[in-house]
């Protein structure tokens, strides 16, 4: 059944594959904090790089222990490993090859963009799976402010190497809508941005029926979640902002398609620091949090089944 | 005579001072391509990413002998090192620190940008000098999509260590305007980013003039340059493009303050790999590389010299 233009390393098919394999849509995104680590990981008041990078990167397999096999993906964010220094540079190596021996796809919130050969140099080192680039991810995020050649390496740096892009569309803060919502020609900007999306998704259909590229677009913003969902009907959508940062099932809902896939939704803080959530904390001592992980997320998995279409998924 | 408003570690007072002693606005942009290095430092086709690193921070420290006491800055590239993986961040790190050893400022171009505690994460770990941050440099370039509260943390950041930030607002590539360009109330986007750079450079002003925000403008859009220092007078433009990427001086020329400040221009490929220029090669052997780097700095030095108002920088 697989048509002769898709090839078996396409990276929205890979995605269905994946998410129709765990029956969800969740993203664990990987932030760790170093304020927020379980107790007993870094010494209070820690400031070496090398010993903050080691935690950090015990932390995240902790992470990846608990929620392999359940969940389709990870979303390490850039920030906080960078936040480290080149150390915490060697751990987000580690993260991502720790994440993909367990079987889970990667997506580097790296948030990156650039134009012509430096566009080129950031997508042939971070976006492509195990050996085919230096830091191995699957997917990266990418800012489309630098427009559509500034976007045209890293959509062929997938395509040659079966990964994906996810480009910033409508973000979640509450200050995004600062120049995204600016209205030309009668539509905001980021449905401009959202109409470049859905012509690549288009041109780059896999058997899933979605391109190699998708959109980040925030879920703190429901009604904007249908519109973009009707605006972009070929791309993945990557939504963040559930638990934390305010978003439920419910709000969600909007992202999915009626057969379950087209969106992956993720949470951070509400599942990798669900030990120091008040509903767990009581439940959770220190040393179990990688319980309060596996609950979190199991919590999540059923919320996203029970009041979105990703409960068509369960077979 | 200072004013005591203007603590003596402003970012923009600091680069004003640093222009005038060398008389220059040149930016040297360290943008090392693996396939450009000069012959010897990089054996042919060698994979290995620590040996790729260790060539990067050679020719950089390279970059840096040749024109330390000459330009005021340099603008480190971070996707020529993250291509390479971990190790090339550790280069990125031995560079920042060779190029503040050699009394150069540091502008990382790395064009971050996301919300939150993530956006203060990055700028806790990229931004602010010598040991106050983890990479330690002066000023980076930030990506304004994400809104205002995205770039608040960067703007905070540096005000508390002494740093500076250039956000995106026009940029040289030709596809730069598919969204830059979109009217929104009568302006381009590009122009709304620049109003709100406008307004934080007007708040956060030092002796020289101008505040500790800065903006990046393309220097192949000569008429838009001169509408965007119109509409910043109070923020530094930082001038790409010139060179390799099309722009001379006469299309800088702009940029500038009758008085000689307020622009740096930055050239990369047409400064670092001056060795391979077609003017150049039959007079420099790979082994004197460096002489050649030197030698177009200066002649960029008197190409603005002759052709901007920075000639007024020279006593």
Redesign the interface.
């Known amino acids: 059944m697989t048509a002769p233009s898709a090839p078996v390393n396409h990276f929205g098919d890979r995605l269905a594959e994946t998410v129709r394999a765990r029956s969800n849509p969740v993203v664990v995104g990987l932030?760790p904090?170093l304020g927020s680590l379980p107790a007993g990981l870094l010494p209070h008041g820690c400031r070496d790089?090398r010993i903050q990078a080691d935690a950090v990167a015990a932390f995240c397999q902790g992470v990846i222990d608990a929620v392999a096999g359940l969940v389709p993906a990870v979303k390490p964010?850039s920030?906080?490993f960078?936040?480290?220094?080149?150390e915490?540079?060697?751990a987000?190596?580690q993260v991502i090859q720790a994440a993909a021996d367990a079987g889970l796809l990667i997506i580097l919130d790296a948030?990156?963009?650039?134009?012509?050969?430096?566009?080129s140099?950031?997508a042939?080192?971070?976006l492509g799976p195990g050996a085919t680039s230096?830091?191995g991810a699957d997917a990266l995020t990418v800012?489309?402010?630098?427009?559509?050649?500034?976007l045209d390496p890293f959509m062929e740096t997938a395509r040659d190497r079966g990964g994906g892009v996810f480009i910033?569309v409508k973000?979640?803060?509450?200050?995004?809508?600062?120049?995204?919502d600016?209205?030309?020609?009668g539509l905001p900007?980021y449905r401009?941005?959202a109409r470049?999306v859905e012509a690549q998704a288009e041109a780059t259909l896999g058997t899933c029926g979605f391109g190699i590229i998708g959109a980040v677009t925030g879920a703190t913003w429901p009604g904007q979640l249908a519109e973009l969902r009707g605006a972009m009907p070929h791309a993945w959508l990557l939504v963040p902002g559930y638990g934390a940062q305010g978003g439920g099932a419910r709000e969600v809902a909007a992202a999915f398609h009626s057969n379950g896939l087209g969106a992956i939704v993720n949470s951070s803080r509400g599942i990798i620091f669900a030990h120091a959530r008040p509903d767990y904390r009581d439940r959770y001592p220190p040393d179990r949090w990688q319980d309060a992980v596996r609950e979190a997320a199991v919590e999540m998995i059923e919320d996203l089944r029970s009041h979105t279409a990703a409960g068509r998924l369960v077979s």
Chains 1, 2 share one sequence.
């Open positions: 932030d904090h790089p964010q920030a906080f960078e936040q480290i220094g080149p915490g540079m060697s987000l190596r948030k990156r963009g650039d134009i012509g050969s430096t566009a140099a950031y042939s080192g971070l230096a830091w800012n489309p402010y630098l427009g559509g050649d500034s910033l973000t979640s803060n509450t200050g995004g809508g600062l120049f995204q600016l209205v030309a020609d900007v401009h941005v470049w």
